[in-house]
Each structure stands twice: as structure tokens, then as C-alpha cells.
């Protein structure tokens, strides 16, 4: 394969992916490292990307928001075994924080449909809101400030201050991404702040991620994943066990 169908397939792989390692590319290939190597170079000096260590991002990655749509059509099947997995936490009397996302609004969609009653949901997601508001089983508490336009959800100084005003059993979070040594990351300094306030204000703390969220890289990190009450995943890694975490482990 000449270098310029090579480098097309690496660009492609990107945007599906929006991370890649270059081991990766040079087992898939069969190519040396240093080959990829040289068209990792070349692509940046173009600007299609940004090398890492150890491989390359889309321009802007680590800063960028992804699109609700472009969550919401990613491992559906998965998001919702996840959610399935994470009924079981939930109790009536209880004061629940759902945290904006894709996974959690399939447990939202899951709480209506399964019809669970006498609990208190507080969120900063607009479309959560929405979907739980007419239940009459559940009371529902939308928190305040800006809306994202990308996300349909709040964070900031605001929201967070607002959290912490509450008493909360449990809180269910998603991530926009989890590093190769196991921290939770966000792309923003205010959710960073938000779901720091998140954990920090909680009884107890699930965190809820598919595979797709795994071994990526943002700008702020939140937590490393031992903060957590559970880590509900498809995820079937011996690094998740060797850092200590299976314990907290639920497969979904």
C-alpha cells in the first residue's frame, strides 16, 4: 500500500475513532513504527492532526464537545445493558443525581418505563428533565444556569453550587472519556468543576461507560476511577484489575 491510501485510512480511522495509537496502525498495516511514524509527521504538518505520545488525535480533540447526536448513535445496545445494570442502586426514598449524557438518559428512559416510584431525581440535563418530569412516581429537580447547546446540559459555578446545597444518596456519571491510566477526563473546565462537586457531595458514585469512552484523552481531569462506589462497563481489561478496581467492577 502506497503512503497516500495509508494515510487516507488513518485519517478515516480517526474520525470514527478520534484517537488511534500507532501500534495500533503499524499491526494493522504491517508496517514498521517508524513508518507510521513518518506519515503521522506528514499529516500533521497538514494539519489533519495532532501527534501524541504513542500516537495521534483529531485537531482540537481535546478541547472539542462531541455533538448529542453523534453520542446518542454510539454502542446503543451497550448504554442500554449499562442501565439495565444500574437499576439495582436505585431505592425508593432515595435522592438521585443523574448526571447529563447519553448512558444516563437510557437509565431515565429505563426509570419510566420500569416505573420505579418514590424517588427524588435531581439532574443537569435538559433532556432528563423533560423525559421525567411528567412521571408522577418520581420528583424531579432541574438545575440551573447555562444550557449547552451541544449537549443540552448545565455545568459551571452555578449548577455546582446548586448541587451542593442538596443531600445526595447516589450519583450516576458518565464520562466524555477515561485515559489510558484510568481517570476520568471532561473537555471543559467547568464540568470538570461540576463533577467534581458531583462525587464530592455523594453518599456513594457509579460511574457508567461503554467501551467507546476508554483510552481516549481530554483536558481536564476529574477523578481517577478508584473514586468510585462502582465502575459500570463492558469494558474487559486486566488493567482495570491490576489498578484495584475489580471490586467495584459490574459488566454489563
Known amino acids: 500500500m502506497i503512503s497516500a491510501d495509508r494515510q487516507k485510512l488513518i485519517l478515516e480511522y480517526l474520525r470514527q475513532k478520534e484517537t488511534v495509537l500507532s501500534s495500533a496502525l503499524a499491526k494493522e ?43 446518542k448513535s454510539r454502542a446503543v445496545d451497550v448504554k442500554r445493558r449499562l442501565a439495565a445494570a444500574a437499576l439495582p442502586f436505585l431505592h425508593p426514598g432515595m435522592t438521585l443525581f443523574l448526571d447529563a449524557g447519553t448512558t444516563t438518559y437510557e437509565i431515565a428512559e429505563q426509570l419510566v418505563s420500569e416505573k420505579l416510584n418514590d424517588l427524588t431525581v435531581i ?51 458518565g464520562t466524555s472519556a477515561v485515559t489510558d491510566d484510568l481517570y476520568l477526563v471532561v473537555p471543559t473546565e467547568a464540568k470538570m468543576m461540576f463533577k467534581r462537586q458531583a462525587l464530592e457531595k455523594s453518599g456513594a458514585a457509579i460511574l457508567v461507560a461503554d467501551h467507546t469512552k476508554f483510552h481516549k484523552k481530554k483536558c481536564y481531569k476529574v477523578a481517577p476511577l478508584q473514586a468510585f462506589t462502582h465502575i459500570i462497563t463492558d469494558v474487559k481489561e486486566d488493567a482495570l484489575v491490576q489498578a484495584g478496581l475489580e471490586e467495584k467492577l459490574i459488566i454489563a
Open 29 to 71: 498495516f504491517g508496517v514498521t513504527l517508524m513508518t507510521i511514524g513518518r506519515d503521522l509527521k506528514q499529516l500533521e504538518e497538514k494539519g489533519l492532526l495532532v501527534r501524541t505520545h504513542g500516537g495521534a488525535m483529531l485537531p482540537g480533540f481535546m478541547e472539542a464537545e462531541t455533538s448529542y447526536a453523534k453520542k
Open 123 to 173: 439532574t443537569n440535563d435538559l433532556r432528563i428533565a423533560l423525559l421525567l418530569y411528567p412521571s408522577k412516581e418520581l420528583r424531579t429537580i432541574m438545575l440551573g444556569g447555562r444550557i449547552l447547546r451541544e449537549t443540552g446540559g448545565v455545568a459551571g459555578a452555578l449548577a455546582a453550587e446548586e448541587l451542593a446545597s442538596y443531600v445526595i444518596d447516589l450519583a450516576i456519571l
